[in-house]
């Protein structure tokens, strides 16, 4: 799975496992460069993250519904109502999107 954002392909990598979706990016020292999506999840926290990243919130026709750039660690986002998919993304990979747009989301 993909999401072109400004003609840049960013693979992104579905979290569907317990363990999977507890980790993310936990402890994860090299820069993030790929994507991860939580189908279902409509709250979210960077505890342990070592680095800043990016955090999409989409209804399930990926229509964005809350954006925040640079999260930094030790950040919670509360419980989001009509939220299906999280999107972890590269810190600085949603500079031109904005609320109310739709992600592009390719396969394969």
């Known amino acids: 799975m993909y999401i072109v954002i400004d003609k840049k392909k960013i693979a992104v990598r579905v979290l569907t496992k317990k363990w999977e979706r507890i980790k993310g990016y936990m402890w994860y020292l090299d820069t993030v460069t790929t ?14 993250y070592c680095q800043a990243v990016d955090v999409v919130m989409t209804d399930k026709d990926y229509h964005i ?20 998919y999280t999107f972890v993304l590269p810190a600085g990979t949603c500079c031109n999107l904005n609320v109310g747009d739709f992600l592009k989301i390719k396969e394969k």
């Open 35 to 48: 994507g991860l999506c939580y189908p279902k999840k409509r709250y979210f926290s960077t505890y342990f």
């Open 65 to 84: 519904l809350y954006l925040y750039k640079r999260l930094k660690s030790e950040k919670r986002i509360l419980f989001k109502r009509k939220v299906y």
